[in-house]
């Protein structure tokens, strides 16, 4: 039984690991070696170090299609959700910790029922016209909704953290569901988040490597949004 179970475990880490490209892997190191540098010089705070990483190796796993990008996800949610209680958006905390962190646990039993058995990703899938309609119709009433909700509570950045908040509920929901519009969904919220952490660092947070992180996000989202789209052509 035991050795049974070191062979699954060790044919996962083996999926789980395969078809990374060279530039892929460098890329990422190079990324790393920036936050952890610009760490040291500008005393960047451990929980956003920890926070960027766990948020970028969610976010590359998940854009390879690896049900391993959860365990990431789990921890980098939890970090990130503690800066976002010091720097008063309120509604990034309660994005994270009651709709991220359950949402993602989700995202591990549906990503598991549609995992391809030959390369242990998962199958790629593009919405209707009617579903995209929808999702962008939702979109813009919750954001509306979110905008007037945080600026009664006095949000420290109401306008952007709502339409983050609700593009987000949105993304997540379309990456459980593995669909390829989640990336242009994630595209927008990191842009405008960038706009956001720039403002909180301007007003003396040390945080470089949260914005890294988003600027990362933003540059991974566009990139995984091809790649994706070569994958579902090619499938179609």
Known sequence: MKIGIEMDIKQFLKLELSGWKKLEIVSLFAIFLLIF???FFVQDSVISVISAVCGILYTVIAGKGKISCYLF???????YSYLSFKSA???SVCLYMFYYIPMQILGVFQWKRHLSKKTNEIERVQLHKKELFNVVLVSVLLSIVAIVILK?????CCYIDGITTVLSLVGMYLTVKRCIEQWIVWTIVNGLSILMWL???F???KAYATLIMWSVYFVLGVYFYIQWKREITKNY
């Not at 996800?73 to 970090?79: D, N």
């Not at 009664?152 to 420290?156: A, T």
Request: proline letters at 0%; charged letters at 15%; a negative charge.
């Open 37 to 39: 540098i610009n760490a």
């Open 73 to 79: 996800g789990l921890m980098g949610s939890g970090f």
């Open 89 to 91: 958006l309120y509604g």
């Open 152 to 156: 009664y509570f006095k949000d420290g």
């Open 199 to 201: 403002d909180i660092i």
């Open 203 to 205: 007003h003396g947070e």
